[in-house]
C-alpha cells in the first residue's frame, strides 16, 4: 500500500519563495545524469518508493514541499518511539556521501530485524529528508536553481542574487529581535528578514522541523579535500570533521547535547571504521547556517562533513566513506535509543583534534621528475 501523503502547498508555505516553479522537462539532461555518478532525484525517490515497498515495519513517506523547479522534497519517517530525531542530506548539491548513507540507515530499519534496528524503530522516529537540494544535485552544483536574475536583501551577505545557498537560509523561524540577540552586528537589522526564503527547500524543512521540535537534528554533507594531519603519510585523510553550534549566544545546557552527539561520532568514527574524525573548526557562527540554527531553535544539531565532493573526489573511496557516516549516524541514533548519549561527556569534545591541512588527492598529484 502506498502511504505518501502530499502536501501540495506551492505559494502557500509562509516565506517561500512566490516566483513560482518552472517546469522541470523530461528532455533536459542534467550534469548528474551525464557523469552518471551518484543519485538523481528520481533515483532517491524510486528507492524511497523501494524501501517503502520491501518494508516490514511501518514506513510513511510525506512530500513537504518542492524545489523550486518543482522536484518533490520528501520525508521518510520510521520507528515508533516518542523521541524525534531529524537528519538531512545533500544541502549542497554537489555534496551527495550522505544521501546515499541514509537511504542504506533507512533501508536497514525498514527491512532488517537486527538488534540495532530494532533498538532504534522501537525507541525513536526518525525522520529523514534525502537530498534537501535537489535542483543543485542535479547540476551538481552547491547552490539552489533560483535564476540568475533573481536578488534579494540579505541581513547577512547583503545584496544577493541568482541561485542560494540553502544552508544559509534557516533563520526565517527567528523574530528580527531574536536574530539580533543572537547575532549582534552580524545581522543586519536595518535590511531585516526579506518577505520571501530564497531556498523554498530549506523554507520546508524549517516549517516540518519547528512543528516536529525533534531531540537533534543532523546535517550531512561534505567539504572538499582533501585534509590531511599527517604530512609523512599524506593517505592518511581527514575522512569527517563534524561540529557542533558555535554561536555563543545559545543555552549551554541545550549546546551539550550537540557535543555529547560529537564525541559519540568521533568514537565510532575512530573505534569502528577506523577514520580520522577531525573537528569542522572553521565553522562560523551565525544562525543563518543549519548547525547553529537549530541548536538556537532548541535542539540537538551536528554538522557531519565527510571528506571530498562530486568536483574533486567524485565517487572514489566512496564505499569506505559510506561505511563512515552510517557508523556515525549509527553512534548518534542507537546511543540516543538505548539513552548513554546522555552518560556522555560533553567535554571530551576537547580530545578533537582540528581539521588538518588542505592537500591535493593522490589522483591530483603530478608525477615525480
Ligand atoms: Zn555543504
Redesign the pocket.
Known amino acids: 500500500m502506498k502511504r505518501r501523503t502530499t502536501l501540495k502547498t506551492i505559494g502557500g508555505i509562509a516565506g517561500t519563495v512566490a516566483l513560482g516553479p518552472s517546469v522541470v522537462s523530461a528532455d533536459e539532461s542534467w550534469p548528474r545524469e551525464e557523469t552518471g555518478l551518484f543519485l538523481t532525484h528520481q533515483q532517491v525517490q524510486d528507492e524511497l518508493d523501494s524501501i517503502q515497498r520491501r518494508s516490514r515495519v511501518e514506513f510513511e513517506l510525506e512530500d513537504i514541499g518542492e524545489s523550486y523547479e518543482g522536484r518533490e522534497l520528501t520525508v521518510a519517517r520510521i520507528g515508533e518511539g516518542d523521541t524525534d530525531v531529524f537528519i538531512t542530506t545533500e544541502?549542497?548539491g554537489d555534496?551527495p556521501t550522505g544521501t546515499l548513507a541514509a537511504l542504506r540507515d533507512l533501508e536497514e530499519f525498514a527491512v532488517t530485524n537486527s538488534p540495532y534496528a530494532r533498538t532504534v524503530r522501537e525507541n525513536l522516529t526518525v525522520h529523514v529528508l534525502p537530498m534537501h537540494n535537489p535542483d543543485g544535485a542535479m547540476r551538481n552544483q552547491?547552490e539552489n536553481a533560483l535564476p540568475e536574475d533573481y536578488t534579494w536583501e540579505d541581513p547577512y551577505f547583503g545584496e544577493q542574487t541568482g541561485p542560494a545557498d540553502p544552508?544559509r537560509q534557516h533563520y526565517f523561524g527567528f523574530t528580527e529581535d531574536e536574530l539580533q540577540e543572537l547575532d549582534g552586528d552580524d545581522f543586519d537589522a536595518d535590511v531585516g528578514i526579506p518577505d520571501e526564503n530564497p531556498s523554498p527547500e530549506t523554507q520546508a524543512m524549517l516549517d516540518y522541523v519547528l512543528d516536529l521540535e525533534p531531540l537533534w537534528v543532523a546535517d550531512l554533507?561534505?567539504?572538499s579535500g582533501m585534509y590531511h594531519n599527517d604530512k609523512e603519510n599524506p593517505g592518511h585523510l581527514d575522512h569527517s570533521s563534524n561540529a557542533w553550534p558555535f554561536n555563543p549566544n545559545i543555552d549551554e545546557e541545550g549546546r551539550n547535547i550537540s557535543k555529547r552527539m560529537n564525541v559519540a561520532m568521533y568514537d565510532r568514527g575512530s573505534d569502528v571504521a577506523n577514520a580520522n574524525v577531525t573537528l569542522y573548526h572553521i565553522g562560523g557562527t551565525t544562525v543563518n547556517i543549519a548547525r547553529n540554527a537549530y541548536g538556537a531553535y532548541g535542539f540537538g544539531s551536528v554538522l557531519n562533513?565527510m571528506t571530498g565532493q562530486t568536483g574533486d573526489r567524485g565517487e572514489r573511496r566512496e564505499g569506505q566513506m559510506v561505511r563512515i557516516v552510517r557508523e556515525e549516524n549509527r553512534a548518534i541514533l542507537e546511543e540516543t535509543a538505548d539513552e548513554s548519549l546522555f552518560e556522555r561527556d560533553p567535554d571530551r569534545t576537547e580530545e578533537i583534534p582540528d581539521r588538518g591541512e588542505w592537500a591535493e588527492w593522490p589522483w591530483q598529484r603530478e608525477q615525480p621528475e
Open positions: 544541502q549542497h555534496e552547491r544552508n554533507h561534505t567539504q562533513e
